[in-house]
């Protein structure tokens, strides 16, 4: 196993904390996933080069990707909100496997419907290049769309560094994304405290 494999309760742990957004932006109860107590070796129920683009956007910050742990939460602030993740696979190539899987999803996935709380909406997915964080490269993954009359803006920012998969995004709904802190910010943000867990782990 690689080393420095944490579980997914401990990942929680990692997540940047409510000080590190602005004021006004809380916790969201039904966003918070962890993968649970123990690293798992689990084949991924999702194979990014053949699931739907509606699939993949609703599973997205989930397990089921052949993660060995992972974790995630949100915070909301009127019509807007950032999500953090953070997923944790058996070598670095299959994190970076897990990257590159999705900038080729998106490649195909330029118009397309899904359905979120019971509304359906028209959307869009593009990846490109990021800015490097702590050295790493990233990808910038954005879905844009439409939902119940309403812009949606889905910004991430997802980044390979050993085993991990970090990701910050920025979202608005009706609104633009808020842009700060920025997504390199969390990324970068979420990097030390996994650094940080796997050492006193």
Do not use: W
């Amino acid at each position: 196993m690689a080393s420095g494999q944490l579980t997914g309760t401990q990942l929680q742990t990692v997540l940047l904390p409510q000080s590190s957004f602005p004021a006004g932006f809380a916790p969201s109860s039904s966003s918070q996933v962890s993968s649970g107590g123990s690293v798992s070796s689990s084949p991924a129920q999702y194979d990014l080069a053949t699931m739907s683009c509606a699939a993949f956007v609703n599973h997205l910050g989930n397990t089921g990707f052949g993660e060995t742990a992972m974790a995630s939460n949100s915070f909301v602030g009127g019509h807007q909100a950032f999500d953090q993740i953070v997923y944790q696979f058996g070598s670095a190539a299959a994190a970076s496997d897990f990257v590159a899987g999705i900038k080729s999803l998106a490649g195909r996935c330029h118009a397309f419907t899904a359905t979120d709380n019971g509304a359906t909406g028209h959307f869009s997915l593009s990846a490109t290049p990021g800015p490097a964080v702590g050295g790493h490269p990233s990808l910038r993954l954005v879905q844009t769309g439409t939902i119940s009359g309403s812009g949606l803006t889905l910004d991430t920012l997802l980044t390979p560094s050993g085993v991990d998969v970090f990701a910050g995004a920025a979202v608005g709904l009706g609104t633009d994304a808020p842009a700060s802190p920025p997504k390199q910010d969390i990324v970068y943000g979420l990097m030390k405290r996994q650094a940080a867990a796997a050492v006193l782990g």
